[in-house]
């Protein structure tokens, strides 16, 4: 097979990208919402202060998929204003975060999801409100 061969196999466009993000939009929906300005409304008030953080680097991090005018950067502060946790406790969650290697911190008191770690994550909320409401 010849090298130009290859190549068409193996890029995909940005169509198929586009595919991929279609069931963790889904699923992120069922958790929150996200404005033009890249700003958080969680609607699932269930979840735990490390969730919510993870909530919103996800959130942002799909959303500057979608629209490059969204950083997926996002600072303690703005975390604070969209989950209401205290900046101490973000930044425990945020440093929980990094270590589990969901997210990564570019600068002091900025983090930034890795995408190919939401949909897990996505999932992993959508498990525990199955259980709890088995129980």
Sequence with gaps: MSIDE????FFVDEDALK????????KAL?????????QV?????????????????????IASQLDPSVKAEV???EIGKYTGLPQNQIRA??????QEKFAESPKRG??????HRIEDFLDDIAA???????T
């Excluded at 290859?6 to 196999?9: A, D, I, P, V, Y």
């Excluded at 699932?44 to 919103?56: A, E, F, I, T």
């Excluded at 969650?93 to 990094?98: E, F, L, W």
């Excluded at 525990?128 to 088995?134: A, D, I, R, V, W």
């Design 30 to 38: 069922l958790q929150c919402r996200i404005d033009k300005n890249g």
């Design 75 to 77: 600072t303690t502060v």
């Design 6 to 9: 290859l190549k068409k196999k």
């Design 41 to 61: 409304l969680i609607t699932n008030r269930n979840l735990s202060g490390k969730d919510q953080l993870k909530l919103v680097l996800a959130a942002r991090a």
């Design 128 to 134: 525990k409100e199955k259980l709890k409401t088995k």
């Design 110 to 115: 900025v983090y930034r999801a890795f995408v």
């Design 93 to 98: 969650r945020g440093k929980d975060a990094t």
């Design 19 to 26: 595919v991929r993000l279609e069931p963790i939009i889904s």
